[in-house]
C-alpha cells in the first residue's frame, strides 16, 4: 500500500471518528432536549407565541408571531372560539375541540395523532386563546434535524476529506516522485548532469533535493575523476609499457653477454620507476579532487618549514642555476607538511627544469592581507600569453625537450589541486624569453580537514 492511500485512510478515518464524537456529545448535552420532543416544543413555540402577542392602535401585531414553526402549527381564537388568525392542520375542527388551558393532551385529525396545548392571554379589551398543534409522531425537531444533517453533511465531509488528503498527499510526494526519477536514470547509465532543482513543495522535500542534488554532484565528480584516471593512466602507461615490451623481445632474441641482459634490465628498471612515478601521481592527484584520503592541517609555522625543504632540495640537473630564498620570518599558516612539501619540490623543479642555464630562482615566502604568499621566480624560458592557462593541466609542458626525459607533466597539476585543497589559489605570471613566477596564495585559516583526520 502506497503512502498517499494510507494518509488518504488515515485521514478518512479521523473525520469518521471525529463525526461521531461529535453527534455523540450533541446527543448528550441536549438529552433534555431530544427528550421533550415533539410535546416540548410544542410547549415551548405555544408560550413564545403568547409572549409575543400584542395589540396596539387598535389592532394585533401578527408580524410578531409565527403561525407554523419547528412543526407546531399556532392558531389564535377570541374568547368566543372564533379563528383570528393562525394555521391549522387539514381537516381539523375546532369547534369540536374545547380549550383546556396549560394541558397538554391528545386529539385525532384525520385519523392521525395529535398534541395540543393551549393557553389564555388575557388582554386589556378580552381574552385570546393561543392554540397550538403538532403531530405525536413529528421528528422535525432537534434529533430529526441532527440525523438529517449527518445524512447530508458526513458524506460530504468525507468525500472532501478523501479528495483533500489525496491531493495534498499527491503534491507533497511529487517531488519525491522526481527523485525517484531522477535516481533510476541514474542508475540506468543515464545523464550524471541532471539535477532536481526543487524550488516549490513542502520544505522537507526541498531540503531532502537539495541534499540529492548535492550527493548527484558529487557522483558526477567521483565519475569524472575516475574516467580522467582511467584515460590519463591509459593514455601515460601506453609508451612505457611498450618501451618495456620491447626491450624484452629484444633482449630474448638479441641478449647474449651478461652485459647486454644487464643493459636491458636497466632499459626495463627506468621504464618501471617512470610507471611507478606517474601512477603514484595520478593517484594523488584523483585522491585530492576526490576526497577519497584525508590530509590533517595543523598550524605550523610555514617560515622554518619552507626554509627546510628549500635545504633539503637536491635538483636532478641544476645546470648552473642559483637559487635564492626570501623568507619572511614567522609565517604561520594551517598547512599539511606532507603537501606543502611536494608544492615547494615540484615548483622549484619546474623552475631548474625550465630556467636557463647558469641563471637564477628567486623563493619568497611573505605575508599580506590575503594571507601566506609563496612564490617561485625563475629567469627561464617563459610562457606564451596563449598558454598561461594550459600550465596547470595534466601532461601539458611548455617545452617537452627541456628537463629529465621521464617527466610525467603533473607537477603543475599537482600544485593547483594541493593549493585548492588548502583552501587557497595557484597564479602564474610569465613574459616569454624572460621568465615565469609561480604564485601559491595561502588563507590563514582555510576550511580543510581537522587533526582528528588521519591521513
Not at 17 to 38: E, K
Amino acid at each position: 500500500m502506497s503512502i498517499k492511500l494510507r494518509m488518504t485512510l488515515w485521514f478518512t478515518l479521523m473525520v469518521l471518528l471525529l463525526a461521531a464524537m461529535v453527534l455523540v456529545f450533541v446527543l448528550v448535552i441536549n438529552a433534555n432536549a431530544v427528550t421533550d420532543d415533539p410535546a416540548g416544543r410544542l410547549v415551548k413555540v405555544v408560550m413564545k407565541n403568547s409572549d409575543r402577542l400584542e395589540f396596539e392602535h387598535g389592532r394585533f401585531e401578527w408580524d410578531d408571531v409565527d403561525a407554523y414553526s419547528r412543526g407546531v402549527y399556532s392558531a389564535f381564537y377570541n374568547d368566543s372560539g372564533e379563528l383570528l388568525n393562525g394555521a391549522e392542520p387539514e381537516g381539523f375542527d375546532s369547534a369540536a375541540l374545547s380549550f383546556e388551558p396549560n394541558v397538554v393532551r391528545g386529539t385525532d385529525i384525520s385519523g392521525k395523532a395529535y398534541y395540543v396545548y393551549d393557553v389564555h392571554v388575557d388582554m386589556d379589551f378580552s381574552g385570546i386563546w393561543v392554540r397550538g398543534l403538532i403531530p405525536a409522531d413529528d421528528r422535525s425537531g432537534l434529533m430529526h434535524t441532527i440525523l438529517i444533517l449527518t445524512a447530508t453533511l458526513l458524506p460530504a465531509l468525507i468525500v472532501l476529506s478523501v479528495a483533500g488528503g489525496w491531493l495534498i498527499a499527491k503534491l507533497s510526494f511529487r517531488p519525491l516522485e522526481k527523485i525517484v526519477s531522477a535516481a533510476n536514470d541514474i542508475s540506468d547509465g543515464g545523464d550524471l548532469t541532471r539535477r532536481l532543482n526543487i524550488k516549490h513543495g513542502p520544505s522537507e522535500m526541498k531540503r531532502l533535493g537539495s541534499s540529492f542534488d548535492r550527493m548527484f554532484a558529487r557522483l558526477e565528480e567521483s565519475f569524472n575523476v575516475e574516467r580522467q584516471f582511467a584515460s590519463d593512466a591509459s593514455h601515460e602507461l601506453r609508451t612505457p609499457v611498450t618501451i618495456i615490451l620491447a626491450q624484452c623481445d629484444r633482449s630474448k632474441r638479441k641478449d647474449k653477454t651478461r652485459e647486454d641482459f644487464l643493459a636491458s634490465i636497466g632499459v626495463i628498471e627506468e621504464q618501471g620507476k617512470h610507471m611507478s612515478e606517474l601512477v603514484q601521481q595520478l593517484l594523488g592527484l584523483t585522491r585530492l579532487q576526490h576526497g577519497t584520503d584525508r590530509y590533517p592541517m595543523r598550524e605550523g609555522d610555514l617560515s622554518g618549514f619552507t626554509e627546510s625543504c628549500c635545504g633539503e632540495f637536491v635538483p636532478a640537473d641544476c645546470r648552473g642555476i642559483e637559487l635564492e630564498t626570501d623568507i619572511a620570518p614567522d609565517v604561520s599558516a594551517r598547512f599539511n607538511s606532507a603537501l606543502m612539501s611536494r608544492v615547494i619540490y615540484n615548483l622549484l623543479q619546474n623552475a631548474y627544469k625550465y630556467g636557463k642555464e647558469g641563471g637564477h630562482i628567486w623563493l619568497k615566502l611573505s605575508r599580506t592581507d590575503e594571507g601566506a604568499v609563496l612564490s617561485v621566480k625563475d629567469d627561464g624560458i617563459g610562457i606564451a600569453p596563449e598558454d598561461l592557462d594550459k600550465v596547470w593541466q595534466r601532461f601539458w609542458q611548455a617545452d617537452a625537450s627541456r628537463g629529465d626525459e621521464g617527466s610525467s607533466g603533473l607537477g603543475l597539476s599537482m600544485v593547483r589541486e594541493i593549493a585548492l585543497f588548502h583552501s587557497g589559489r595557484a597564479e602564474v605570471e610569465s613574459v616569454p624569453g624572460q621568465g615565469s613566477t609561480f604564485r601559491i596564495i595561502l588563507p590563514f585559516r582555510p576550511t580543510g580537514p581537522t587533526e582528528s583526520q588521519s591521513p
